[in-house]
């Protein structure tokens, strides 16, 4: 079992920042992927960015690459989301996700068996 805990969300005008953490306990050691999702009023919940927790390799979708940096501390067993840049667009609850994943659409929910409690970000313009 796995027990994800988000903050560092709030309310920011366009344009600013944002740093999003996930404290991660329990069986960590049992997923290869940490991930932040987001949903959005409305949308479905849709990946943001990925790391694996061997390696480091990062993934992004194509509406966070260029502003957002995930970056995971392992001796602090802490993920976090750097957001800059921030547009009213990336208003969303965010999750983060711990999980088994392969080399493909590592971006999808599926992967993903451990989800905490999210936190959310405002963006106005």
């Known amino acids: 079992q796995v027990h994800l805990v988000e903050s560092g969300g709030g309310s920011v005008q366009a344009g600013g920042s944002l740093r999003l953490s996930c404290a991660a306990s329990?069986?960590?050691?049992?997923?290869?992927?940490m991930a932040w999702f987001r949903q959005g009023s409305g949308k479905e919940r849709e990946g943001v960015a990925v790391?694996?927790?061997?390696?480091?390799?990062?993934f992004y979708a194509d509406s966070a690459k260029g502003r957002f940096t995930i970056a995971l501390d392992n001796a602090l067993n802490t993920l976090y989301l750097h957001m800059n840049r921030l547009k009213p667009e990336d208003t969303a609850m965010y999750y983060c996700?711990?999980?088994?994943?392969?080399?493909?659409?590592?971006?999808?929910?599926?992967?993903?068996?451990?989800w905490g409690q999210g936190t959310q970000v405002t963006v106005s313009s």
């Open positions: 996700a711990a999980g088994l994943c392969g080399d493909n659409d590592i971006l999808s929910r599926d992967h993903y068996g451990y």
């Open positions: 329990g069986y960590t050691s049992g997923s290869n992927c």
């Open positions: 790391i694996r927790t061997i390696g480091g390799g990062t």
